[in-house]
């Protein structure tokens, strides 16, 4: 091959080798930068109500980490409130107050207040999709009041607030399962469904005083906390009620969103309805099936699971497997009223965040389709039956085969 072919050749590929030397055209030095750890939204005076969550650099604890070992007073991270027509011109004047640029690439959370959720978010989550530093992943909350407020609060185990909340949520889901830890791409997702709603865990201060400089921390009992509340229901993109903590549990058994639970249950139900025992779900199932019964659908809606019994308040011999049998029964029981309660007041609400609209598009596609048509879901849903079934085991008692009330009386 000639020289002058080579050449031509070469000419020719430079064009395609572009790309790759453009890699850094938007680099920007990290001292020039504010980085976001949580974000807040409302809706106020028919604006948007922007509030961002910023690490400190000039603290000792502004590392990304739970937790840190700041020693300096100056508080771990600064707020800024911002309003705007859009939610973009809100975060551009951010930059009017602060000497650094927003960066939300390390954001943890973000806390949508119900005066935004009542007047739509379908806007906010199509800036979290569009936006390039924006993080889809984020767990998302919602807050009875303003939404800022949440983000003023100082946390005394964590340094980092953002994610202090997400521990929280993570362990949580973990360990009780009340509430399903939600990420924004998961909303977005279950909005965009067949179900059209969602569920959002409520993030609440459990005092009036937001506790938002460092030395008011300085005490072992704070006058307010973080706390995670009740369940918040959003149907299309607008908030439709609430949903109470049993309720949420019975949620996640309907939803199979159960890892790990303790339940209080009464142990000799013939004798007495106390809740007098405790009993930790290690493992559990839910299996849902829909079934066309003439004019409405009937959910089959079967659990299993098993775990070990932790507490026992009354006087039992728990080598009678007769007595354990009647303990099992008990729980059984005690799932079915969770279910059967947040069924009820789904049901009331008018939003399948059960997800009973993707199992029935799944199971018979045909019908589904024929229901889009008509636009008959909210009408089939209110005509919805559940067939709740239970049965959890007893797997193991502990280190004792009688309760320490039946040692005491023999």
Same mark, same amino acid.
């Given at each position: ?266 142990? /000799? =139900?013939? &004798? #007495?309805? !106390? ?8 493992? +559990?199932?839910?299996? %849902? ?97 559940? /067939? =709740?079934? &239970? #049965?959890? !085991? ?8 009688? +309760?320490?009330?039946? %040692?005491?009386?023999?």
């Amino acid at each position: 091959m000639n020289t002058p072919r080579r050449l031509l050749r070469l000419l020719l590929c430079l064009p395609l080798l572009a790309p790759l030397l453009s890699g850094c055209w938007d680099d920007r030095e990290l001292n020039e930068l504010g980085i976001t750890s949580g974000s807040a939204y409302d809706w106020e005076d028919n604006q948007w109500k922007a509030t961002y969550q910023v690490i400190n650099p000039s603290s000792g604890s502004s590392g990304m980490g739970g937790s840190g070992g700041g020693s300096t007073s100056s508080p771990p991270f600064l707020t800024f409130t911002v309003k705007g027509k859009t939610i973009m011109e809100a975060i551009e004047r951010t930059n009017l107050t602060s000497t650094r640029e927003m960066f939300f690439s390390h954001s943890r959370i973000t806390v949508i207040g119900k005066s935004l959720a009542m007047h739509g978010i379908n806007q906010l989550i199509d800036m979290f999709l569009r936006k390039q530093d924006a993080r889809e992943t984020v767990f998302v909350f919602l807050s009875e009041g303003d939404a800022g407020n949440i983000l003023d609060q100082l946390m005394q185990m964590t340094k980092n607030q953002g994610a202090g909340i997400q521990l929280m949520i993570e362990q949580e889901s973990k360990l009780l399962s009340y509430y399903p830890g939600i990420r924004l791409y998961e909303l977005a997702m279950a909005l965009s469904s067949e179900s059209r709603s969602a569920v959002l865990p409520e993030i609440l201060l459990t005092g009036p005083q937001t506790m938002d400089e460092t030395s008011e921390i300085g005490v072992t009992d704070l006058p307010s906390r973080l706390a995670l509340g009740r369940l918040g229901v959003i149907k299309g993109d607008t908030f439709a009620g609430w949903l109470s903590q049993q309720q949420a549990f019975g949620l996640s058994f309907l939803t199979d969103t159960v890892d790990s639970a303790t339940i209080a249950f009464a142990s /000799r =139900p013939s &004798v #007495s309805d !106390k809740l007098d025992a405790s009993f930790i779900l290690q493992n +559990s199932t839910t299996t %849902v099936r829909p079934v066309w019964a003439k004019d409405h659908y009937v959910i089959d809606v079967d659990v299993e699971g098993a775990g070990v019994l932790t507490e026992l308040g009354s006087v039992m011999d728990l080598n009678d497997r007769k007595a354990i049998r009647e303990m099992e029964e008990s729980l059984e029981q005690r799932v079915l009223e969770l279910m059967k309660g947040s069924w009820a007041e789904v049901k009331s609400l008018g939003a399948d965040v059960t997800g009973f609209a993707v199992r029935i598009h799944r199971s018979d596609p045909k019908r589904w389709k024929q229901i889009e048509q008509e636009k008959s879901w909210d009408r089939l849903f209110q005509e919805l039956e559940i /067939r =709740p079934h &239970v #049965s959890l !085991k007893i797997e193991r008692t502990g280190l004792s085969n009688k +309760s320490f009330k039946s %040692v005491q009386q023999e």
